[in-house]
């Protein structure tokens, strides 16, 4: 009986040790990802998040559908969807007809990248300036960080300020009671901006104040740019002029002496660079959770022609496009190809300025060529823009004639001088001159439908572009209906998710 | 098991008795149902653990003191004890232990007999299990009892089965807690179904609240084979091997009505021939992929033919031996099955072996084992997913593609972006591999009389090892890779756990008898993940499918995390005269899976029992009434999976998700982020369960019925809860959400009658389950089930858990008048940009609009009631079982046909020959060229789930005792079967059964592989 005992005993106490422990055994700190609460203490922590922030930018295509020129240009009269049958990104296809509906995969995915982006932003502005300085990280650089983030939170903003109006103003992490935000008004959305481009930009570096391994970071002229940029789609003349006015004084951009430059490998982060989406080569296939969000573009593959380029033939330039170019204009074989066999409802014409031609891809699907957000051209076309509408025609005339004498090349039997053709002498000639530059020369760059909304005259345009459109084309093109194409709808499954989020107006 | 600790009791219950004058005493046993000699039946003599057993004619011979106790027993017989008078020749008859109330039931660490249960247990026999031939023990219990729905995720080989036990208890993880041999495990794809000797399902919260915080979704304990006492040797040779072919296909345009369709006149001049309408029609002649000379005209491609394998074959051999002594027994088993998937490629193996041995180390001491080692490979195809799956672009390519050029290239589709159903299966090289040993060693220690003391440690080892090769190869501009790719991971589990129970058996003065049960439990596991890939390998030849093969490109990851639970269980059983029963458990849970405001967790249960039929008014019902037993339990059970980290929000760092390119030269940089949030108050879901039950038995026990209603609150349910864009996560954040609530009856009934040389039996099980959202906590619908830019479920208060949503169609507009006359009460037009073959929509809020507002419960996925029943006779030598099962009143979201009734770029269903193409022509498939919307979610997609399945028949014929004898065996059966031999249903689709992609992701058909019709033939062989 004794040794029973003695039995029991040893696996009771054995027991019982695990019980004294038992708050060690039960703590388990996870493994791999470090947690939040000791997260944000240090200069590499605030690098990290800071770059983190920029990761949505890359997004597009799989889950997070998204280029500028799925919505700037196939939705305006510059393109047609393309690709292998109307069904083929049959959302697209929609949106291009004013016939999307708030169940639009794209403008959902597009949406919800937007604020993870924003999320990101946010915790980077949120959390770095209570980091001390250390080794990683002076003052200078965390200034910078903190400045580079609001920068991405202002662009990320403008991107879904165009495309929806106002969204909800989100800044910080916000906790579940918080979640249904309702949308903000558009002016506050764009105060918002105003407000954080302008506190980033005396902490953000110059261009060439970065070392090279940190090429791709935002810097002052892009933030400048893009506030300029901003002040120009709510009419502020003197503002964007202004911001103009510092952009150029800063003497860090030009213009590529050949414009097609702008578009090849060699020519990335060049002179004319004021702000890219950076690519690089992607050489392996997807690997764990890669999904498109890695390295590479799709928008290679997707645009090159489905025939002599083996693409996907998306972004179909229109023959109202082709049309707009004035004879012999450099900037058309630049941006456009073909004819080459085309699917359906096409020209034949393709876009070539991130086809990449010649270039061997190593992956399937993704490419190595970096996105142009905004090329010094469109600073000289905005600066143009703005001094017409505040009445300085000379400084207008002037950057305009940069932009032209540009694309020249040179040949000076082509793109005479303003004024030149139909367009008179006066400021409304000058107006028509400088819109009708922006569209041949940022052509098939995702600007063409938020200028023809920003000026105004979106209705017009679209359904005389339409009218003009071949028959198999036209008998998919609804109306452009005015006070609703304008801007596109919330998105279903976001009203579903958030009932405070009200509609677009004859959604 | 049972028998086993039966024995035990009773040998140190009667340790002390003496006795004196011998005698030699002989007999034969036979059994009581078909009056056989009974080989190997255990003969003790009572109070002592000396004793013989029965030989090969049932004859025995023993010598024992006069006036002795000998005590007869046998697995799945009742037990008989016989003093020794006079007669030296004992003709003794064993009977089965059919509805024998005294029956012992494995409940949470312990029996009990079934008597004195006091909670909703359900019991399966190992022989109910064996009749399903199928790879896996959950597949077998399908239909076979009352309250549990078993739903075949796919009819893929390997791939793992839905089971839910009194309906869907969360819309977190709602699968059951397995325990093998008391090892805890959440899944048993190890298991070999012939290993199983007892299994049963706890129902209640009586039964499961012993689990605590892993018991709300139901328990199901299984006990494996074991040894006897005898010394004779059991050796059982099972083996069936059978084929597999689809049972339905759907009815595609062939080549001649898909090109009229898309506009293809003979007669038209445009084109000399069909090839060149081809080539035209779909701008082929510059496509770099398409040879320039294919003659389309002879090809009419049944491409469901192609991708479905005809007679795939299914085999599986077992062999298993159990014998041992008075101090050891042993029982040991082989195993292998392997099954042919039913889609071209898929397939599955798996050996299995299995070591269970005992041994009484001394009169109180026993200690022992039960070691399972499984191997199983298998190789997948892509199924179940709306954008890339096998079947899905099997109904969608045109009959005109041939599968693979004269060149032998697999084509691309010549109508759109579709890949060919063959590139998905011969480019891609899916293997996996899973080495998993599960295993317990335990100690039983019995000092005094009736007190136990229990210590066992049991552990669950996996190795998975996954591999992938693509080679390089172009199809088309979407199906190619520009250089071959190799993918290799490794994956390792390991888990321990540690219980220790003590357990107090008394009765008092006869009447009062008490069972305390106290306990600890330790579990700990985890799981580390390393993998690799690269690309450019020179030869594609599979000997050089290995990383160091491969020269660029490579990439490595690795990952890992741990869980812990510690846990305090107790539990009282007092039972008065075996006619008053309560029950109480109490169970204490500490998870690392929570923070540290709400690591533990305590559930509590109670139960009461009435065995009517012992009472004194009763006994003039006796004679009718073998048993009438009515129970009340009640308790509360939690649920814990929720993942290991929910309770702290995560960076995520590295390159996936957060990298960016930065510098010159470019290269990836890493970031950090959190993808999701965290909620620190995170606390544990619980589950509030009531049941009333009724136990009778008529008839001389020939009758028996079970009965019980039930209600399950599931309260504080936790839930990855979709959030609005605006919140800028990845991934959902877990939230405590709300409440939900599921209650229903379920019903099993069982008659069995004999008639000489015939005997019968009939029985069934009926379940109901009403699932309804009592609230949400506050919170908002919870949308599921993505399907192209819809979700197609919704959550939402007053409803079943993830009910369809979608439009109501109303018809289709005719012609101009009926667009322009479908106004609101305003004389607003509701659709004024449909066209004539558009559908119109149900406008439900009299607004002038379709949109999300208009989108109704279109019904769930939930069925109202499950059912099974079976029949089986028996005539002398042969025998006969008959199974059906079904499911009735549920709704699947038929997504098959976005495609086959879809704008017509893909092949369509023959239906849509007599969809809308001018006035008058069709109400309900509208014109394929119209708008998008068409395709919108709405009732034309929500077809009644309900089947009727023929799920098992089986004709068996055993050798006459004599002639087995004869050629050396002491039984052989022989039967041929068939499976899923018959199903009627409404559904059109390739198959009812749906499983459950994730969560609230139900009743939604994505191209699933559809359920095998089989026929096997097989047989039992016993030495």
Known sequence: MRTRIQHILVIVFAALLITACSEDFLNKEPLVDNVIENFYKTGSDAIYATNAAYTPLQWEFNNTYFSEWMLGDIVSDDALKGGNSTSDMGDLFLLENFNGTPSNEILLEFYRAQYQGINRSNLAINNIPAIPVDEDMDESLKQRLIAEAKFLRAFYYFRLVKVFGGVPKVTRSLSPSEYAMPRAHKDTIYNLIYKDLLSAIPHLWKKYDYEPEDMGRVTKGAAQALLMKAYLYNKRWDDARAWGDSIIASSVYGLNNSYADNFTLAGENGIESVFEIQYMEEPTSDYGEGNGFTRGTFTVILQRTRVSNLGWGFNHPTTDLINEYEPSDPRKDATITGPDADVYLGNGYHSKKYALTGYQLAHPTRAPLNYKVIRYADVLLMYAEAACEIGDLGAAKLKLEEVRNRARQGNNTILPEFPYGSYTDDQAGLRQAIRHERRVELAMEGQRFFDLVRWGIAPQVMNAYAENESEAVKAHIQPFTEGKHELFPIPEVERNLNPNLDQNPNY | ?1023
């Open chain 2, 1 to 1023: 098991m049972k028998s086993r600790l039966f024995l035990t009791t009773l040998l140190s219950l009667f340790a002390f008795a003496t006795f004196a004058q011998t005698i030699s005493v002989s007999g034969t046993v036979i059994s009581g149902d078909d009056k056989s000699p009974l080989p190997g039946v255990s003969i003790i003599k009572k109070g002592t653990s000396e004793g013989t057993s029965s030989d090969i004619d049932g004859k025995f011979t023993i010598s024992v003191n006069k006036g002795a106790t000998l005590v007869f027993s046998f697995v799945g017989y009742e037990t008989q004890e016989i003093a020794v008078n006079m007669d030296t020749y004992l003709n003794i008859t064993l009977n089965p232990q059919n509805l024998d109330i005294d029956e012992v039931v494995v409940i949470g660490y312990g029996t009990i007999k079934k008597s004195d249960l006091t909670g909703s247990v359900a019991s399966i026999s190992s022989n109910s299990i064996k009749e399903s031939r199928v790879a896996g023990i959950d597949q077998a219990i399908q239909g076979k009892a009352a309250g549990v729905t078993v739903i075949a995720n796919s009819g893929q080989p390997g791939s793992p089965v839905t089971v839910r036990v009194r309906g869907i208890g969360t819309v977190n993880n709602s699968d059951p807690l397995y325990v093998v041999d008391g090892v805890a495990l959440s899944n048993i794809a190890f298991l070999n179904p012939s290993d199983i000797k007892s299994m049963e399902i706890l129902k209640d919260a009586s039964a499961t609240a012993i689990y605590g915080s892993r018991g709300a979704n139901g328990v199901i304990l299984i006990t494996t084979i074991s040894g006897n006492k005898s010394s004779k040797i059991n050796t059982t040779f099972d083996f069936y091997t059978g084929i597999q072919n689809k049972w339905r296909t759907l009815d595609m345009m062939n080549r001649e009505q898909y090109a009229a369709f898309k506009g293809y006149d003979p007669n038209d001049a445009t084109y000399s021939s069909f090839s060149d309408w081809v080539y035209g029609n779909f701008n082929l002649v510059n496509n770099p992929y398409i040879p320039t000379d294919i003659n389309y005209e002879q090809y009419d491609t049944d491409w469901q033919e192609v991708v479905f394998r005809d007679n795939a074959q299914i085999s599986n051999f077992h062999f298993a031996a159990d014998g041992g002594n008075e101090t050891s027994s042993y029982a040991l088993s082989l195993g292998y099955f392997n099954q042919e998937g039913i889609i071209i490629a898929s397939n599955f193996k798996r050996l299995t072996f299995r070591v269970n041995t005992s041994h009484m180390l001394s009169k109180y001491i026993k200690v022992g084992e039960n070691l399972s080692f499984s191997n199983s490979r298998n190789r997948g195809v892509a199924t179940n997913n709306e954008n890339y799956s096998v079947l899905n672009s099997a109904i969608a390519f045109a009959p005109w593609d041939p599968v693979k050029y004269p060149n032998g290239r697999i084509t691309p589709s010549t109508t759109t972006n579709l890949i060919n159903p063959i590139s998905m299966i011969e480019n891609q090289n899916p293997k996996e591999e899973w080495n998993r040993l599960v295993g317990n060693f335990f100690v039983d220690i019995t000092p005094i009389k009736g007190l136990t003391f229990k210590s066992d440690v049991g552990t669950d080892i996996s190795y998975g090892d996954a591999r992938n090769f693509k080679p390089k190869y172009y199809i088309s501009a979407n199906d190619y890779m520009a250089n071959n790719f190799l993918e290799h991971s490794y994956q390792k589990y390991f888990s321990w756990q540690w219980e220790n129970t003590v357990t107090y058996k008394h009765t008092f003065k006869d009447k009062h008898d008490i069972t305390l049960l106290a306990g600890m439990t330790a579990q700990e596991g985890t799981w580390d993940f390393l993998g690799a890939s690269k690309t450019h390998i020179p030869n594609e030849s599979p000997n050089l499918w290995y990383l160091d093969a491969a020269t660029q490109n490579a990439t490595a990851g690795g990952r890992a995390w741990e869980w812990s639970m510690l846990s305090y269980l107790g539990r009282l059983h007092y039972s008065y005269a075996s006619r008053y029963m309560l029950t109480l458990t109490m169970r204490r849970d500490g998870s690392s899976r929570f923070g540290a405001n709400n690591k533990w967790g305590m559930f509590p249960s109670a139960a009461l029992g009435w065995n009517v039929h012992q009472e004194s008014f009763f006994a003039n019902l006796a004679d009718k009434i073998n048993t009438l037993k009515v129970t009340l339990s009640w308790g509360q059970i939690g649920n814990q999976e929720i993942g290991n980290y929910a309770f702290t929000t995560l960076i995520n760092g590295g390159t996936t998700f957060v990298g960016y390119v930065f510098g010159v030269p470019q290269a990836l940089i890493a970031g950090a982020a959190p993808l999701s949030n965290a909620n620190k108050d995170l606390k544990w879901e619980s589950t509030e369960q009531s049941n009333f039950g009724i136990d009778l038995a008529a008839l001389n026990n020939r009758l028996s019925l079970t009965a019980d209603y039930y209600i399950k609150d599931t309260k504080d349910m936790l839930v990855a809860v979709p959030v609005p864009g605006n919140v800028g996560l990845r991934y959902n954040p877990i939230v405590n959400a709300g409440s939900l609530r599921n209650k229903g009856f379920e019903f099993t009934a069982e008659f069995k009658q004999t008639h000489g040389d015939f005997s019968y039996s009939v029985g069934g099980n009926f379940t109901t389950v009403k699932n309804k959202v009592i609230s949400l906590g506050g919170g908002e619908d919870i949308y599921s089930a993505p399907f192209f830019g819809e979700f197609l479920t919704r959550t939402r208060k007053g409803d079943p858990i993830g009910s369809f949503y979608g439009y109501e169609i109303a018809g289709i507009f005719q012609d101009k008048y009926d667009v322009e006359e479908y106004v609101n009460s305003k004389g607003q037009q509701i659709q004024p940009t449909a066209n004539p073959g558009d559908f119109k929509f149900v406008n439900q809020n009299d607004d002038n609009k379709i949109d999300a507002n208009d989108k109704v419960n279109l019904g769930s996925p939930i069925p109202k009631f499950t059912y099974g029943f079976n029949a089986s006779l028996n005539y002398k030598s042969v025998d006969f079982q008959i199974f059906f099962q079904g499911v009735y009143g549920n709704k699947i979201f038929n997504g098959n046909k976005y495609f086959t009734e879809g704008d017509g770029y893909t092949n369509l269903s023959v239906d849509m020959l007599n969809a809308w193409s001018g006035k008058g022509t069709s109400n309900t498939l509208p014109n394929p060229a119209g708008s998008a919307n068409n395709r919108l979610a709405s009732s034309r997609y929500i077809e009644d789930g309900s089947y009727l399945r023929l799920k098992n028949v089986q004709l068996g014929y055993t050798l006459p005792d004599a002639t087995a004898k004869r050629i050396g065996l002491s039984r052989l059966r022989v039967y041929v079967a068939a499976t899923n031999l018959l199903t009627i249903t409404k559904y059109t689709g390739f198959d009812p059964e749906i499983g459950v992609t994730n969560g609230l992701d139900l009743g939604v058909d994505r191209g699933t592989y559809p359920q095998a019709r089989t026929f096997t033939i097989g047989a039992t062989v016993n030495i």
